[in-house]
């Protein structure tokens, strides 16, 4: 159904999304619901179905099944009222090889009528640096930056961002992060897929957990760490013996090397970690002649959350999704 432009709560509704690769399902029945004006973040380990996602949402691939609105569009249908609306950032970037990196940024922003200001932009990003080499030159993090200021020169409503700071170092990953948040105080919605648990604590609104091409959590970063236990955490030597720690603590909390050199102290029931805790924790390290680390008490970090919801960390470094190879050649040259 189409609804008129303007109307919608929403700049992305996906219901029960369906997409198969021969015999891989990719998208098992996928839901997710993107507010205008905001970040929504999407997370899961490789092959969850996030690219497929984006790929489904911007037209490169078409769903086998489910409910599909981008802007109140159906992106099969209005495919090219939609790519004057919405910006694309995908791991593979489309690039012309041949082209210098500013040629290439200004020849995309001609395509839209009311383009962001190419030099300040460039500038910001950091293209300008490289505004005269070929984009076949430029090293990973330079086409990325280069990619992304491509994806969203022509101030998109919607921008789908795939791993917008992958391989940027720290200055690069901040000017990013500043980008994004300049889009969304303008108005602009924004999809993110990213591994990058400070990118997502830094930016989103709200986050869905997507494991398997299903949904399997939804919510902002605050209310999907606020369940689970109340954790100390601190950094010491490694290897230290715990026994006379568990002794002086109360049986209401338990303590563990959960890596080494990093130590956890985790309530049994609520409220146990308090301020005698604390001290009882300060007290052992100082018996054994070292610092605590970087402590603080609170519940269970994002990653962690993601990580249980997921599967464990074994299930982020598996290949990524299964898509033919035909298909994705197809997908980036239609870009």
Do not use: I
């Amino acid at each position: 159904m189409r609804t008129a432009r303007g109307d919608a709560a929403a700049a992305l509704v996906v219901r029960g999304l369906v997409k198969d690769y021969g015999r891989r399902r990719a998208l098992d029945g996928l839901d997710l619901e993107a507010a205008r004006g905001a970040v929504t973040a999407v997370l899961g380990p490789n092959g969850a179905g996030k690219t497929t996602l984006v790929e489904c949402c911007t037209g490169l691939r078409r769903p086998d099944g489910g409910q599909l609105e981008v802007l109140g569009l159906d992106p099969a249908r209005h495919g090219r009222e939609l790519a004057t609306r919405t910006g694309v950032l995908l791991q593979d970037g489309g690039l012309p090889n041949g082209a210098p990196a500013m040629a290439v940024l200004r020849l995309v922003a001609a395509q839209h009528s009311d383009p962001m200001d190419v030099g300040a932009l460039a500038g910001l990003l950091g293209v300008d640096a490289f505004a005269r080499t070929p984009v076949r030159r430029l090293s990973g993090g330079q086409r990325q930056r280069l990619a992304l200021a491509c994806a969203v020169v022509g101030r998109p409503e919607l921008a789908f961002l795939d791993e917008p700071s992958t391989g940027l170092d720290p200055h690069g990953r901040a000017a990013v992060w500043d980008l994004l948040e300049r889009l969304r105080a303008a108005g602009a919605s924004v999809l993110l897929t990213t591994h990058s648990m400070a990118e997502v604590e830094r930016l989103a609104d709200a986050v869905v957990v997507v494991r398997d091409g299903r949904t399997v959590a939804t919510g902002t970063v605050a209310e999907l760490t606020s369940s689970g236990p109340e954790v100390a955490r601190f950094g010491a030597t490694a290897g230290l013996p715990l026994a006379a720690l568990r002794t002086a603590l109360p049986t209401t909390v338990s303590a563990a090397e959960a890596a080494p050199g990093r130590y956890e102290v985790t309530a049994l029931e609520p409220g146990a970690v308090d301020p005698q805790v604390v001290a009882t924790v300060a007290s052992w390290c100082a018996s054994h002649g070292v610092l605590p680390e970087g402590l603080s008490v609170g519940r269970r970090s994002l990653e962690e959350v993601v990580l249980e919801l997921t599967g464990g960390p074994s299930t982020w470094d598996g290949a990524p999704e299964g898509r033919d190879p035909a298909g994705a050649a197809r997908a980036g040259a239609s870009r």
